[in-house]
């Protein structure tokens, strides 16, 4: 007989046939199971990732507050080494006059 005699070929064919949707099968169920991971923790790091960049605003405005605190902190110590400024701090908070100068005083209203 011959390799490719019809009956030979009929009864592998059918076998064949079975596997081959078998395979086609359990490849439609491995590619299922695989996008519905892959979409799951697409769902779950984009939730993530919107937390984070939520959090990574905040601390930027808080950034931004405290260089603009150090900045004026900066400025004020570099009005300091003015005296004339050091001078009108002196009689602002404790009073103090240079010589032969008369202080003006107003009498404030009482609420």
Do not use: C
């Amino acid at each position: 007989m011959n390799r490719f005699s019809p009956e030979e070929k009929q009864a592998g064919g059918r076998s064949t046939a079975v596997g081959a949707k078998r395979r086609r099968l359990v490849w439609i169920v491995l590619m299922a199971v695989f996008f519905s991971w892959a979409g799951y923790i697409f769902f779950a790091q984009s939730a993530l990732i919107s937390d984070k960049s939520h959090e990574l605003a905040q601390k930027q405005q808080t950034s931004k507050q405290v260089n603009d605190s150090l900045s004026q902190l900066k400025y004020e110590v570099s009005r300091l080494n003015d005296n004339e400024y050091i001078g009108q701090l002196a009689r602002k908070w404790f009073n103090m006059y240079p010589k032969g100068e008369v202080p003006i005083r107003t009498e404030q209203s009482k609420q």
